[in-house]
Protein backbone atom coordinates (compact mmCIF):
# COMPACT_ATOMS: atom_id res chain seq x y z
CA UNK A 1 0.00 0.00 0.00
CA UNK A 2 0.96 3.53 -1.53
CA UNK A 3 1.17 6.50 1.73
CA UNK A 4 1.43 10.05 1.12
CA UNK A 5 1.80 12.94 3.82
CA UNK A 6 2.59 16.10 2.69
CA UNK A 7 3.61 18.65 4.71
CA UNK A 8 5.01 22.64 4.74
CA UNK A 9 1.50 24.19 4.38
CA UNK A 10 0.66 26.95 6.63
CA UNK A 11 -0.29 30.74 7.04
CA UNK A 12 1.88 33.68 4.81
CA UNK A 13 0.82 37.02 3.43
CA UNK A 14 0.64 37.65 0.05
CA UNK A 15 3.52 37.95 -1.94
CA UNK A 16 5.36 35.41 0.60
CA UNK A 17 6.85 31.88 -0.50
CA UNK A 18 6.08 28.23 1.15
CA UNK A 19 7.57 25.10 -0.08
CA UNK A 20 5.59 21.57 0.02
CA UNK A 21 6.77 18.09 0.66
CA UNK A 22 5.23 15.00 -0.01
CA UNK A 23 6.97 11.88 1.41
CA UNK A 24 6.13 8.33 -0.37
CA UNK A 25 6.34 5.24 1.24
CA UNK A 26 6.77 1.99 -1.09
CA UNK A 27 9.12 1.21 -4.02
CA UNK A 28 6.68 2.61 -6.74
CA UNK A 29 7.56 6.44 -6.48
CA UNK A 30 10.69 6.63 -9.02
CA UNK A 31 8.74 5.36 -11.75
CA UNK A 32 5.42 7.14 -11.59
CA UNK A 33 4.39 10.55 -11.72
CA UNK A 34 3.58 12.94 -9.49
CA UNK A 35 1.31 16.09 -9.10
CA UNK A 36 -0.28 18.57 -6.97
CA UNK A 37 -4.17 19.25 -6.49
CA UNK A 38 -5.84 22.37 -4.83
CA UNK A 39 -9.19 22.90 -3.95
CA UNK A 40 -10.38 25.69 -2.49
CA UNK A 41 -13.60 26.28 -0.46
CA UNK A 42 -16.62 25.17 -2.57
CA UNK A 43 -14.75 24.40 -5.59
CA UNK A 44 -13.44 21.79 -7.54
CA UNK A 45 -9.83 19.90 -6.81
CA UNK A 46 -7.91 21.62 -9.89
CA UNK A 47 -4.60 20.81 -11.04
CA UNK A 48 -1.76 22.50 -10.14
CA UNK A 49 1.62 20.90 -11.50
CA UNK A 50 2.54 17.61 -12.27
CA UNK A 51 5.89 16.03 -13.32
CA UNK A 52 6.95 12.65 -14.77
CA UNK A 53 9.32 9.91 -13.86
CA UNK A 54 12.20 11.47 -15.95
CA UNK A 55 10.73 14.63 -15.16
CA UNK A 56 9.40 16.57 -17.17
CA UNK A 57 6.51 19.20 -15.87
CA UNK A 58 4.08 21.07 -16.79
CA UNK A 59 1.66 23.85 -14.98
CA UNK A 60 -1.67 25.52 -14.59
CA UNK A 61 -1.81 28.76 -16.35
CA UNK A 62 -2.53 30.45 -12.96
CA UNK A 63 0.67 29.40 -11.10
CA UNK A 64 3.15 29.59 -14.27
CA UNK A 65 6.13 31.23 -13.33
CA UNK A 66 5.71 31.34 -9.58
CA UNK A 67 5.38 27.63 -8.61
CA UNK A 68 7.96 25.01 -9.62
CA UNK A 69 7.35 21.37 -8.90
CA UNK A 70 10.64 19.11 -8.08
CA UNK A 71 11.14 15.40 -7.33
CA UNK A 72 13.48 13.41 -5.36
CA UNK A 73 13.64 9.87 -5.71
CA UNK A 74 16.17 8.94 -3.74
CA UNK A 75 13.94 10.49 -0.83
CA UNK A 76 11.10 9.35 -2.54
CA UNK A 77 9.46 13.01 -2.01
CA UNK A 78 8.12 15.72 -4.59
CA UNK A 79 8.02 19.34 -4.03
CA UNK A 80 6.05 22.01 -4.52
CA UNK A 81 8.15 25.74 -4.63
CA UNK A 82 5.35 28.24 -4.27
CA UNK A 83 6.52 32.00 -4.68
CA UNK A 84 4.82 35.23 -4.89
CA UNK A 85 1.88 33.84 -3.49
CA UNK A 86 -1.47 35.22 -3.68
CA UNK A 87 -4.52 34.82 -1.63
CA UNK A 88 -6.34 33.04 -4.36
CA UNK A 89 -3.81 30.45 -3.78
CA UNK A 90 -5.39 29.71 -0.08
CA UNK A 91 -6.65 26.04 -0.74
CA UNK A 92 -5.56 22.56 0.40
CA UNK A 93 -3.26 20.76 -1.23
CA UNK A 94 -2.79 17.33 -2.41
CA UNK A 95 -0.25 15.32 -3.44
CA UNK A 96 -0.74 12.65 -6.42
CA UNK A 97 0.99 9.78 -7.28
CA UNK A 98 -0.22 7.91 -10.42
CA UNK A 99 0.98 5.78 -13.56
CA UNK A 100 1.10 6.65 -16.82
CA UNK A 101 0.51 3.34 -18.00
CA UNK A 102 -2.20 1.53 -16.06
CA UNK A 103 -5.07 3.13 -13.80
CA UNK A 104 -3.78 3.32 -10.70
CA UNK A 105 -3.51 6.35 -8.29
CA UNK A 106 -3.09 7.14 -4.35
CA UNK A 107 -3.87 10.58 -2.67
CA UNK A 108 -2.40 12.70 0.60
CA UNK A 109 -4.59 13.65 2.92
CA UNK A 110 -3.70 16.83 1.98
CA UNK A 111 -2.03 20.34 3.78
CA UNK A 112 -3.86 23.87 4.58
CA UNK A 113 -2.61 26.68 2.07
CA UNK A 114 -3.39 30.22 3.35
CA UNK A 115 -2.48 33.55 2.07
CA UNK A 116 -3.36 36.55 3.87
CA UNK A 117 -4.02 39.91 1.98
Known amino acids: QVQLVESGGGLVQAGGSLRLSCAASGSIFSGNAMAWYRQAPEKQRELVAAITSVGTTNYADSVKGRFTISRDNAKNTVYLQMNSLKPEDTAVYYC???????????WGKGTQVTVSS
Open 96 to 106: KLYSLSYPYSY
